[in-house]
């Protein structure tokens, strides 16, 4: 087939060096694929005065699929917010229209008593969130005023649009058909008008797919839930918001959240793929970053942008394996440092 | 001393089972209270056609104290949303300047076993969660509206002025020192400015309480520690949309959110107290609801109105009590009613 093309942008803290992993797996594969970088996030801003430079941004419309590593550093947290590392990723979304966020969670055979949960709880879990990323009070106006009586007041709109629930809404249906046929719609309809509109839209949109049991809960209760009895969950839907903090919290019930990978979609080919942990400014440089959730991102790039279920699965049972062999690195409590995990999956493959 | 005035608000579902049972432990103690009663929730929406009839906000206003059940009734979901249940403890809070929502959680003995969390994890949790009642998208501009397309849109404005985040800072560094001295204040600063604000007035309140270590951390990364090391948080402060989704969370951390009590407090003396949990439509009228969270917040009442620490240290005891004996109801395996429990409270004091 024709190569598919890469964009690799591996951006602040731990990135570049869990991004040399997935090549390192990328490249054993030896795939049909060109690889390109720019920069991006923090390390962006240093070079050129801004997190998303033109030139990346150019390059990212161009190409077939992102690998994206992690942007946040401490010494920008006060610039100005639009020059801040994470308005990388924040533009990256909305300028290639990624509303769809995928983040599986499942819990590794051999990790059973790595999760904070109990590990009957902890094997339960095998569930999918599908995040919206191009609305809610992410995106709304913001900023500061003035209120009557002569103090600051800092204000973000919350929003979301019929046409914005709808799209992410027939994914996570679509999803939901091919697992387990139960979708969680996540809100909070009994204070937010934003959550009324979404889950009047849902109500609609389960109309095409009559196969899939549709069940809706308040955040607060879906919090609570995700730690009780995470096993109830297939699907999850919800906003971009709400999303984000029930994703972070769904990876710890699995043990490390260096093990969650995560593929942001639009409507096309294109895709961002990126582990859904951040830049861990504190082990930066250290070698000791888990690079598993960055290679397992390099799986979901094959299989939703590149097509290719087998390379996808050949790398997911490489993990897997190497997990089931005990392989740790000191976020699951082990010794093993970032380079030898990614060796031992290359092994594994 | 002088008899200290309680209006008690059963409200919806198992609102009126458990707090039969509250009444029964006051009742023990003998206390010199005057009790009154109003109907709120979906039980005054059906009896008056409002949740929050004037008759009860009086009451509520000239009252020392308000000991509260829970709203809520799947019967009401589709009336006006002002209309609704719910809006009865958001009117409460808002009408009666209750602005700081206190939410203690930490494992009794004897359900080191009962939380989905690692006993050793579940163990180590003893924390005070301080949330933010009167503002956030809770309480801003909020409606339905059509967008230049021509399509629905549903938004809520999220917001916080500097002297709303300077009170509730206030209240948590306070009872920071009352504690272990550590303060860790969450928000989503990174994405939205109404946290950025939030953070600012809060490192300036700092000043004033050199003796207490302040962290900020984001919401997303509080949700995945609240899992894997709940134990590293002693007061947590945070606005009234990420307090609702974390303090729920944490509930399930102890083994049950049958067990979590939470004071709302103002500038004075008038508090209302509830248990975190709702209305739970679905064990109404079976009697087997647990009652415990409405009882231990009755003794936050008796401490925070009363001015009356004995009493409610004595009722939290005679809970723990009946706890460690091996007390349990349907929410954490056992077999024991709402009543049984409630005489065996009474029993232990
Ligand atoms: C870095 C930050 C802006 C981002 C978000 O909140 O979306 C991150 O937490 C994520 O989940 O990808
Ligand atoms: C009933 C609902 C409006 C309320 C809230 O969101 O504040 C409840 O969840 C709570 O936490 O007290």
Redesign the pocket.
Known sequence: GEALNILLLAGDGIGPEIMAEAEKVLGALALPVTLDRALVGGAAYEATGHPLPPETLAKAKATDALLFGA??DPRFDNVERHLRP?QA??GLRAELGLFANLRPAKLFAGLEDSSALRPEVASAIDLLIVRELNGDV?FGEKGTRTTPGGEREGFDVMSYSESEVRRIAHVAFQAAQGRAKRLCSVDKANVLETSQLWRDVVIEVAKDYPDVALTHMYVDNAAMQLVRNPGQFDVVVTG?LFG?IL??QASMCVGSIGLLASASLGEGRLGLYEP?H?SAPDIAGKGIANPLAMILSLAMLLRHSGGDEASAARIEAAVAKVLADGCRGADLGGTMGTAALGDAVVEAL
Do not use: K, P, W
Request: aromatic share 8%; glycine share 16%.
């Open positions: 942007v946040g994470e990723i924040l992410y971009n984000d994703s972070d859904i951040g």
